[in-house]
């Protein structure tokens, strides 16, 4: 889906967890597809699925 940022609706979503690992497995039971994954310095890990209808989910897990 390659709507323009100023479109109405939800596009994307982020939660907080304790596992990105865990949550990251579980993923291809529902069809989603990571995108991309990412570390913010010593802080937090990052990662960004995209579910079947296109919402973009991120997952941020605090590190330390």
């Known amino acids: 889906m390659d ?4 479109a109405l609706g939800l ?3 982020m939660f907080a967890v304790d596992d990105i ?3 990251l497995a579980q ?3 529902y ?3 990571l995108i991309g994954q ?3 310095e010593k802080s937090y890990r990052l990662a960004y699925i995209r579910g079947p ?3 973009i989910v ?3 897990e605090q590190l330390g």
């Open 27 to 29: 993923m291809p039971a």
């Open 53 to 55: 209808e296109g919402i």
């Open 21 to 23: 690992d865990a949550v």
């Open 31 to 33: 069809d989603a597809e």
């Open 3 to 6: 709507a323009p940022v100023n």
């Open 58 to 60: 991120g997952l941020a």
């Open 38 to 40: 990412m570390q913010y």
């Open 11 to 13: 596009r994307r979503i």
